[in-house]
């Protein structure tokens, strides 16, 4: 299971930031967002939980504004 948070500057990881709750994600399948864009400012961060080590990779792209 995968948890994911969007978390603005100088706060800290909260279920009221969470995108991505507990989902399960089966092996060998690809998990996609299908939003246009999510929009971070200076400082805020992206934080994702697996319930298994070393079984979950992420890769996200940016475009400097």
Do not use: C
Not at 6 to 21: A, E, W, Y
Not at 26 to 55: H, R
Request: without cysteine.
């Amino acid at each position: 299971n995968v948890s994911v948070h969007v978390v603005p500057s100088g706060q800290s990881v909260s279920d009221t930031r969470m995108i991505l709750k507990q989902y399960t994600i089966p092996a060998g399948d690809t998990l996609t967002f299908e939003w246009e864009k999510l929009i971070l400012d200076n400082g805020d961060f992206i934080s994702g939980v697996a319930d298994v080590a070393n079984k979950v990779s992420v890769t996200v792209s940016h475009v400097e504004a």
